[in-house]
């Protein structure tokens, strides 16, 4: 009898061998899943992306919200996480409206997606300027620092791992969301689907990540409407001229003594004699 596909856990034990100051020892150590997982939409391929078997709904959500193929979760009338030989399908539905908008942005397409773009349609999409984010929030500067530190607690993965991204949803009221995956992109997707499919406002918080910032995850941020990135390693220039252009506030470096602020430092109220503008 052909036993059916299942969905993999999201962690599986290691047996290494480890050596350490001249002596052989045998270790144990628990490592994240990757697996392919593919999204698909009215029965047609869109991408394959090699993500962490968790949160899956969140993931497909937030990746159609931030490629720019849905406008809101409601544009999908149907998912469904479907265990396949080779990896998991989000198999989903869109509005009339949606598909119509989605089959003529393939039309476009020139030739075949290429992986080094992860399912990005050609240059133009992958390079395309961040939505514009507008929004009136500020946040004190010791509530960001307080959400970094809060963040780790709520890393479950990664405490187990020590090999997983996270990406957290800050509002002004303290809550946070928190969302994990092998791959930086792929936390932020999960995380914008978590907020969208909550009904929350993305522009009423900030987005945390425990990675670099690259252009993407600005383009990412932005279609949220979020005002407010932070993260805890440095961004790239082009990141830095991105933010600056979509209105968005950048901060980075972010450490438990404070961060540095690269774009739009008015929304941050900090505790010292200089408010900068």
């Known amino acids: 009898m052909e036993i059916a596909p299942k969905i993999p856990e999201p962690t599986s034990p290691a047996t290494p061998v480890i050596w350490r100051r001249g002596v052989i020892s045998a270790g144990l150590r628990t490592l994240p899943e990757e697996t392919a997982i593919a999204l698909t939409y009215n029965r047609v ?4 992306m090699m993500a ?5 709904e969140d993931f497909a959500t937030g990746f159609s919200l931030s490629e720019g193929i849905i406008d809101s979760a409601t544009d999908i009338t149907e998912l469904e996480i479907l265990p396949v030989e080779t990896g998991i399908e989000c198999r989903m539905s869109l509005t009339p409206a949606r598909r119509e908008a989605l089959e003529s942005r393939r039309r476009k397409i020139a030739g075949p997606v290429g992986c080094g773009l992860c399912g990005i349609d050609s240059l133009e999409q992958a390079v ?10 500020r946040m004190q500067a010791n509530m960001i620092a307080e959400g970094f530190a809060r963040m780790a607690a709520l890393q479950v993965l990664n405490q187990q791992t020590r ?18 995956d092998v ?35 600005i383009q990412k941020t932005a279609m949220l409407g979020t005002p407010i990135l932070a993260a805890i390693s440095v961004p790239t220039a082009r990141a830095v001229r991105e933010a600056e252009a979509a209105g968005l506030t950048l901060i980075a470096v972010a450490r438990d ?20 503008d």
Do not use: Y
């Open 45 to 48: 391929s869109f991408a394959v």
């Open 52 to 56: 962490t078997p968790l949160d899956l």
């Open 128 to 137: 395309r300027p961040a939505r514009p984010v507008e929004s009136l929030l």
């Open 163 to 180: 090999a997983v991204h996270a990406a957290a949803f800050l509002n002004p009221d303290g809550k946070i969301i928190v969302r994990e």
């Open 183 to 217: 791959g930086r992109h792929n936390a932020l997707d999960k995380l914008i689907g978590t907020v969208a499919r909550s009904g929350a406002d993305g522009a009423h918080g900030a987005v945390l990540l425990t990675s670099r910032i690259s252009i993407e995850l």
């Open 257 to 276: 003594d404070g961060f540095e602020i690269f774009t739009h430092p008015g929304r941050i109220l900090m505790d010292t004699k200089t408010q900068l």
